[in-house]
């Protein structure tokens, strides 16, 4: 791992109204995060998480404040620019995965390459090879409808993967989970981290947070605590998991 920050975040703010009706989402965050490291962050809903991993991606502007990706400054770049960002250098994974219903499985993976500006052939190869590497090679031509929930969010982590990103970041990966698809997912962000792929994972479920190599606390929009982990097994966090069932 190295220590120059993939990721950095100086004085972040996103605020929402004004006067007595003024709501500071993000309320001054500082963050570096080091290449091939994960990193989660844990609070309440409400509490600002999902804003400021969208400030961090580029899918929304921040108020005030400066982050940077991979030594580039990215808060003061024009949509084209954004956009060029998030197709090339961000993989997002979402609660809901997003996917699209009328695409299959690899159909699903390899739009993300074809939108960055790879051949049909090269974004349908990585496509196959990454729906393999999380394990669905035998799932390819599947509809979401006819994905477990569990599978719908590895292709959406594949689909995450498909141009390469500096930066995944993933929100509530495991929220619409049962226990045991959420114990597969946390096996396959463990894999991502033994990987080398830099992560940043807002959750309010401590069994995803226990796979990171730093844990940060938010409230009200500000960082409040972090704690440096050794990272869970996973076999303690299917302990933990049958403890909660």
């Not at 570096?32 to 600002?48: F, H, N, R």
């Not at 990103?165 to 509530?172: C, F, G, I, K, N």
């Amino acid at each position: 791992m190295s220590d120059d920050p993939v990721l950095r975040a100086r004085g972040l703010r996103k605020e929402y109204g004004r006067d007595e009706g003024l709501v500071r989402a993000v309320d001054g965050v500082d963050l570096d995060v080091a290449a091939g490291e994960t990193v989660a962050v844990m609070g309440p809903s409400g509490c600002g998480k999902s804003t400021l991993l969208h400030l961090l991606g580029g899918l929304d502007r921040a108020t005030g404040g400066q982050v940077w990706l991979t030594g580039r400054r990215i808060d003061n770049l024009g949509e084209r620019g954004l956009a060029r960002l998030r197709r090339s250098a961000v993989g997002f994974v979402f609660q809901s995965f997003h996917l699209m219903e009328e695409l299959t499985a690899v159909e699903n993976v390899e739009l993300s390459g074809l939108l960055a500006g790879r051949s049909p052939r090269a974004a349908r190869r990585r496509a196959e090879e990454l729906l393999d590497r999380v394990g669905l090679a035998d799932r390819t031509r599947f509809l979401p409808s006819a994905l477990s929930g569990g599978q719908r969010q590895r292709v959406a982590v594949a689909r995450a993967l498909a141009n390469e990103p500096a930066l995944v970041l993933a929100d509530e990966p495991t929220g619409n989970l049962d226990s045991a698809a959420t114990l597969d997912v946390l096996q396959l962000f463990d894999s991502l981290h033994e990987a080398g792929q830099t992560l940043v994972i807002v959750t309010h479920d401590a069994r995803i947070a226990a796979t990171a190599d730093r844990l940060i606390s938010m409230r009200d929009g500000a960082f409040v605590d972090e704690t440096r982990l050794t990272g869970g097994t996973t076999g303690e966090l299917g302990a933990l998991l049958r403890l909660e069932d």
